[in-house]
């Protein structure tokens, strides 16, 4: 839905989508073509819980777009089991909420300063979508920041919000002042992978907020002028 929305206010909009399913993005692409026929949309399969998959699209799309505007980080899971390590010994979970998403913010940079030196193609966004509410940099075990030691679904993601945040704040935001970064926090959105969840995490489904509103949250926050930093202060 955020997608259609994106395509559906912008001006011959070019949307790059990376996924897993391709029966999947058909749908999604055709959503985009009835919300705006004047864009252009591409799909790119990769499994990037393997960051050598991950860095290889990054390189790709590195070299076909020139400029950039807006990047959007999305990926994710929801897992209640323990430490899951990909073939390259990373935690699955952390992968997806937060060392993929710095990959590809990190190779895309010079796309994204392309269009901040340029005031003529407007301004440069890259949004990470997680829970930026729950941020706290306090928590994180700095001996142990990929959790090999001390791992538990809760830490997980405690870790992987905050360290997201400080990653922004810190390495991103500080060192390219004209590129917009941020933390946004959409609420629970209404989604299938919350069916079949475990009694005791059924009460998600309560909180859920349509797909609808929470789209057009994360489009104000993406084209809000200001640099939005949440969860952390300078």
Not at 84 to 108: C, N, P, Q
Not at 209 to 219: D, N, P, T, W
Not at 224 to 234: A, E, H, K, V, Y
Request: aromatic share 6%; proline share 4%.
């Amino acid at each position: 839905m955020g997608n259609r929305n994106t395509a559906k206010y912008s001006v011959n909009p070019d949307i790059h989508i990376v996924g897993r399913n391709k029966a999947s993005a058909e749908k999604v692409l055709a959503e985009l073509r009835a919300a705006n026929p004047n864009g252009s949309y591409h799909f790119h399969e990769c499994d990037i819980s393997l960051l050598s998959n991950g860095r290889t699209l990054a390189t790709t799309l590195a070299h076909q777009l020139p400029k950039i505007n807006l990047l959007v980080l999305t990926a994710g899971i929801l897992s209640f089991r323990g430490r899951t390590e990909t073939s390259e010994g990373h935690d699955v979970k952390m992968v997806l909420h937060y060392y993929s998403r710095m990959l590809f913010i990190d190779a895309l940079l010079p796309n994204l300063q392309a269009v901040a030196t340029d005031r003529r193609e407007g301004t440069a966004r890259v949004m990470s979508v997680l829970n930026s509410m729950k941020s706290d940099h306090r928590n994180l075990l700095w001996n142990d920041l990929d959790l090999k030691k001390t791992y538990t679904p809760a830490s997980a993601k405690i870790h992987s919000i905050s360290m997201t945040d400080v990653a922004l704040h810190v390495k991103f935001a500080r060192l390219h002042p004209s590129i917009s970064f941020q933390h946004c926090y959409p609420s629970v959105v209404s989604r299938d992978l919350y069916r079949g969840l475990p009694w005791y995490a059924s009460g998600l489904q309560a909180l859920q907020v349509s797909s609808e509103s929470s789209s057009e949250l994360a489009r104000g926050i993406a084209l809000s002028i200001s640099l939005t930093r949440f969860g952390m202060t300078p």
